[in-house]
């Protein structure tokens, strides 16, 4: 068995079993975790618009902090953009999930992906050198920022080097490359990027105790 | 014994012009990645050099690759080469049989001790001696007594190469390579099912002309001619990079010439030239032809994965394991949130 072999069977297959255990643990944990008691009285009903509401508005930066949230909001989002692009709309990845999803959709031009992928890239960087370089978030950061920037990096750089080369053999890249997404999927259920499948249950939770409370949303 | 005549003076035999020769190896310098300093040196040593002894021993094969090297539409140079060698031993082409051909073997083996060359096809049965044997000689038995005195083995197919078809999962005969067994003298690997003809005779012609085997990869091929992926080469790579595939082989896509990735192309990670070489006196190559490359020159292709799926599919189980990651994950994400709940409730309590 070579190293592409390996990348492509067992090793994606365990990244697979830990990838769904381990979100389904956390997922489960944390919906099944008993309400905080609240002894006050709620000023407004905290019904699931409460939630929704702040689900939409935490998309956005608010006015107050527009000036100095703009552009890690503006980085964030090329980041994001740039992910789900590159992961859901190459072609060879649209294979992969219909390999076992059963169904494709349409992908996007490889040129198109590889732009993205670099902005993506580049935007990463740039929220690293904030995070490093901004005395309050390098107080608030710990090993789990900088490890899951890594584990987020790492499969966009190696795949942007696949179509590169630099001398190195197509099907090595390639194994390198699903290497890295393996150490990606181990690691996202419990780190930091696990806020993959819990955004909108955090969002919408703030919400709710948000609008219990009175604040404004 | 008689004077072997020199290539050069059985090429003029047979009416090959000055013109032509020099042709074969301008292109021969080309397709080995040579300076154009080096044709007149491919043509001197061609021409002056002795019949090249070669003894050639077919194993568990199918005759493929020496039907790809003889059945060529008209003869061409390369062929000429080819007759050109000394071809001392080969059981599909010698007129002799049985103790004749084997005589015929072991006179070119001495006559020609340390200087002859041995191409094999096919794999060599180890699981039972007895699966394939020949003048009552087991292949393993054929295979060490001829290459002792070689100057270089070729193991020419992926059958010989890496143990092709005969070797795959679950390999009855328990099938290996002849690099698996051959550790004393220089092998040259030139798989394929089959190898390029081209291929075949350019590596001869390298050894005829230098003496020495060429630069090799990983897995023992000529790096001249596995050096790059068929993906690399594709005259359909435009197509996959502006994203346009053929989802079926009677598909638009299909007709009109598109990326054939997603019908299983193993052209990424496949080593060859067929791209730039191609089959049947240059005519096409499978992908031209408008099937998917299947792999034919990497190790193990048989068993790597399903033909007509696309390379990055990954090779999952069934889904029961999967359902049983989300079930152990259910339970534990049940046991957690107990966890939570009883300090929870410690903290209320304390509180």
């Known amino acids: 068995m070579d190293l592409l072999e390996f990348a492509k069977g067992p090793a994606l297959q365990v990244a697979a079993y830990i990838l769904v255990a381990g979100s389904i643990w956390r997922f489960v944990g944390i919906l099944l975790l008993k309400e905080k008691s609240d002894f006050s009285e709620p000023r407004q009903s905290a019904g699931i618009m409460a939630a929704l509401k702040v689900i939409y508005t935490r998309s956005f930066t608010a006015s107050a902090f527009k000036r100095a949230t703009l552009y890690p909001k503006m980085m964030a989002y090329v980041l994001h953009i740039g992910l789900f692009a590159v992961v859901f709309l190459f072609v060879p990845h649209i294979m992969f999930f219909e390999g076992f999803l059963g169904f494709e959709w349409p992908g996007l031009p490889n040129s198109a992906i590889y732009v993205l992928g670099v902005a993506a890239v580049v935007s990463g960087i740039a929220l690293l050198v904030r995070r490093l370089t901004s005395p309050v978030l390098k107080l608030i950061s710990n090993f789990d920022d900088y490890f899951s920037w890594l584990m987020t990096m790492l499969p966009l750089v190696t795949g942007l080097m696949i179509p590169v080369r630099m001398g190195i053999r197509y099907e090595t890249l390639l194994a390198i490359h699903i290497l890295s997404v393996v150490a990606l999927m181990i690691w996202l259920p419990f780190g930091k990027l696990g806020h993959t499948f819990l955004v909108f249950i955090t969002r919408g939770t703030t919400g709710m105790v948000f609008e219990r409370r009175g604040a404004k949303t | ?351």
């Open chain 2, 1 to 351: 014994m008689k004077k072997r005549p020199t290539v050069g003076e059985i090429l003029q035999a047979k009416g090959v012009s000055r013109r032509g020769f020099l042709k074969y190896c301008a292109t021969t310098a080309s397709i080995l990645a040579l300076p154009p300093s080096m044709i007149p040196r491919i043509a001197e040593a061609i021409e002056n050099t002795r019949r090249q002894s070669v003894i050639w021993l077919s194993f568990q094969e199918c005759t493929g690759c020496t039907e790809s090297l003889t059945r060529s539409a008209s003869p061409t140079v390369e062929g000429l080469i080819f007759d050109a060698i000394s071809l001392d031993y080969h059981h599909t082409l010698q007129a002799a049989a049985g103790d004749q051909a084997e005589a015929a073997r072991h006179a070119a083996m001495e006559e020609n001790e340390g200087e002859y060359l041995v191409l094999v096809d096919g794999s060599i049965p180890l699981g039972n001696l007895g699966f394939s044997t020949i003048a009552g000689m087991s292949n393993i038995e054929m295979l060490k007594e001829t290459v002792a005195g070689a100057a270089a083995v070729v193991a020419i197919g992926s059958c010989a190469a890496f143990g092709g078809i005969p070797g795959a999962d679950p390999n009855p005969t328990g099938a290996v390579s002849v690099m698996d067994l051959v550790t004393e003298k220089p092998v040259i690997n030139v798989p394929g099912c089959p190898p390029i003809p081209m291929v075949m005779t350019a590596v001869l012609t390298h050894f005829l002309t230098f003496g020495t085997i060429p630069d090799l990869d990983k897995h023992g091929r000529p790096m001249t001619f596995y050096g790059t992926t068929i993906h690399d080469r594709c005259y359909r790579r435009p197509f996959y990079e502006q994203g346009k595939f053929a989802e079926t082989f009677d598909d638009e896509g299909a007709k009109a010439g598109w990326c054939l990735y997603k019908l299983g192309c193993k052209g990424p990670t496949t080593y060859n030239a067929c791209a730039t070489a191609k089959w049947n006196n240059g005519t096409s190559f499978p992908i031209e032809a408008g099937h998917p490359c299947l792999g034919c020159s990497e190790p193990n292709f048989w068993d790597g994965g399903g033909f007509y799926e696309p390379l990055s599919t990954g090779q999952f189980d069934s889904g029961t394991k999967l359902a049983g990651a989300a079930a152990a994950g259910v339970a534990l994400g049940v046991a957690a949130a107990a966890a939570g709940r009883a300090k929870q409730a410690k903290f209320t309590k304390e509180g």
